[in-house]
Nanobody
Framework: QVRLVESGGGLVQAGGSLKLSCELS????????MGWFRQAQGQEREFVGY????????SYGDSVKGRFTIARDNAKNTVYLEMNSLKPEDTAVYLC????????????????WGQGTQVTVYS
């Protein structure tokens, strides 16, 4: 059984940076595309970005483009979300997700989800 575990969330001042990690554990023989989403309290889940299995293809949501970067290290079964120039509106629970299918901005396209990690940005 494949599990996703996020880490690296926390409290940061506006303008600061954080780096989140998402580790895949278990039977990881399949090639998974990975996505990052976020969900603020009372709001729908929002697409942050995704990366292909080899990391050659990435895409980002408009609200984070130019500030966030996704990278992956398949040797470590880990995907990273580096977040720079953080704003209070970036405050949310950040979740990583995996799909053996096509990359998509739709959260329904992902079969596996982590438990999420809280990111809080204060001004």
């Amino acid at each position: 059984q494949v599990r996703l575990v996020e880490s690296g969330g926390g409290l940061v001042q506006a303008g600061g940076s954080l780096k989140l990690s998402c580790e895949l554990s278990g039977r990881t023989g399949s090639s998974y595309a990975m996505g990052w989403f976020r969900q603020a309290q009372g709001q729908e889940r929002e697409f942050v970005g995704y990366t292909s299995w080899l990391g050659r293809s990435t895409s980002y949501g408009d609200s984070v483009k130019g500030r966030f970067t996704i990278a992956r290290d398949n040797a470590k079964n880990t995907v990273y979300l580096e977040m720079n120039s953080l704003k209070p509106e970036d405050t949310a629970v950040y979740l990583c997700a995996a799909t053996a299918g096509m990359m998509t901005t739709n959260p329904r396209g992902y079969e596996l989800w982590g438990q999420g990690t809280q990111v809080t940005v204060y001004s």
